[in-house]
C-alpha cells in the first residue's frame, strides 16, 4: 500500500519561502515502470488545482500561476519529492497535497496547511 506523508507547511508572511516534503512508502511493489508525482493545493471554497509535477524520468510541469517561483524536485533514494517555494503570495494559502500516479491508479496524502499573509 503506498502512502505519502507530507510535511512542511507552515505560516509565512507574503515574499517568504517554504519547502515542503512528500515522503512516499510502500511504492517498492506497487510501482509501474512510469510514475509522476504531482503537487495540488486546493484554498477554502475552492476547487482543488494542480501546482506541479515531476515525472520519474525527471520532467517537470508548473501551474501558470508558480511558474518561475516554486520548484519541484526529486529524492529517489529518499522516496521523498519536494516542493520549494520561493515569492509566497496570500494567493498561494491552500492546504497542499502530494499525489503519485502510478500503475492508472492516484495516490494521495493528507496534505499540508501553507498560510501566506500580506
Known amino acids: 500500500q503506498v502512502r505519502l506523508v507530507e510535511s512542511g507547511g507552515g505560516s509565512v508572511q507574503a515574499g517568504g519561502s517554504l519547502r515542503l516534503s512528500c515522503a512516499a512508502s510502500?511504492?517498492?511493489?506497487?510501482?509501474?515502470?512510469?510514475?509522476?508525482m504531482n503537487w495540488y493545493r486546493q484554498a477554502p471554497g475552492k476547487e482543488r488545482e494542480f501546482v506541479s509535477s515531476i515525472t520519474r524520468g525527471g520532467t517537470t510541469s508548473y501551474a501558470d500561476s508558480v511558474r518561475g517561483r516554486f520548484t519541484i524536485s526529486e529524492d529517489k533514494a529518499e522516496n521523498t519529492v519536494y516542493l520549494q517555494m520561493t515569492s509566497l503570495k496570500p494567493e498561494d494559502t491552500a492546504m497542499y497535497y502530494c499525489?503519485?500516479?502510478?500503475?492508472?491508479?492516484?495516490?494521495w496524502g493528507q496534505g499540508t496547511q501553507v498560510t501566506v499573509s500580506s
Open positions: 510502500g511504492t517498492r511493489y506497487t510501482d509501474c515502470s512510469y510514475y509522476a
Open positions: 499525489k503519485r500516479f502510478t500503475c492508472g491508479n492516484n495516490y
